[in-house]
């Protein structure tokens, strides 16, 4: 198993642009989710899945968009990148009924 | 929302040296997680607590469940420079799938 994948590792966008993180999990984990990772504040949830066809919003979700077409994949989509959205972002996934969650290398992004 | 308080935020130890950090909870944990994340990668689960009282070993890890289920322990015995990263507590304030709550980490640094 890979586990939990993410590309780019690392990815640069001007003010305005347009961009998905993917995130890819081989365990048939049901439960994923998304956090950006800024410095001082831990990992702060964006936006979340329970299963295919679900998903709900976390702590910090404005600016963001997901959708989840399959048990594998759940891509993060930045419509119009700022600045602020300058950040390490983490997906993790979790087997059902089990808390445990697996994080992904991470997503480096800069928003200039 | 809920937080968990970690403490210290970090903390400067000489190689041999034990460590301890804690976290806290306004609210009752029926779960509490251990993450350790290296620099430039992500967050590795170390330990898992299910029970209040638990306590659990990894190596040279230790974390305890605290009696009043609003507080757990990491203890790192005998510290060597690979212990070098940030350690979060986490815990899911509902059962079963759901999003976790994540303490802000303690950054230990380890002296040669």
């Known amino acids: 198993n890979a586990g939990v994948t993410q590309t780019p590792k690392f990815q640069v966008l001007k003010t305005g642009q347009s961009m998905t993180l993917q995130c890819a999990q081989d365990?048939?984990?049901?439960?994923m989710s998304w956090y950006r990772q800024d410095p001082g504040m831990g990992l702060r949830l964006i936006h979340y899945s329970v299963g295919a066809g679900i998903t709900d919003q976390g702590e910090v979700p404005n600016g963001y968009n997901v959708s989840r077409s399959t048990t594998e994949d759940f891509p993060l989509r930045l419509l119009s990148a700022a600045p602020s959205q300058t950040s390490v972002y983490f997906c993790?996934?979790?087997?059902?009924?089990?808390?445990?969650?697996?994080f992904g290398p991470g997503t480096r992004l800069t928003v200039l | 929302g809920q937080q968990l308080n970690q403490s210290p935020q970090s903390m400067f130890i000489q190689e041999g040296e034990d460590v301890s950090m804690n976290c806290t909870s306004s609210?009752?944990?029926?779960?509490w997680l251990w993450y350790k994340q290296d620099p430039g990668e992500g967050p590795v689960l170390l330990i898992a607590l299910y029970k209040a009282g638990e306590l659990t070993s990894n190596g040279r890890l230790t974390a305890q469940f605290g009696i009043t289920r609003k507080d757990s322990f990491l203890n790192i015995s005998a510290s060597i420079p690979s212990d070098v990263g940030i350690y979060f507590c986490?815990?899911?304030?509902?059962?079963?799938?759901?999003?976790?709550?994540f303490g802000k980490g303690t950054r230990l640094s380890v002296i040669a």
């Open positions: 993790a996934s979790s087997p059902p009924g089990v808390n445990e969650q697996f």
């Open positions: 986490a815990g899911p304030p509902n059962s079963g799938n759901t999003p976790l709550v």
């Open positions: 365990m048939n984990h049901e439960y």
């Open positions: 609210s009752i944990f029926n779960t």
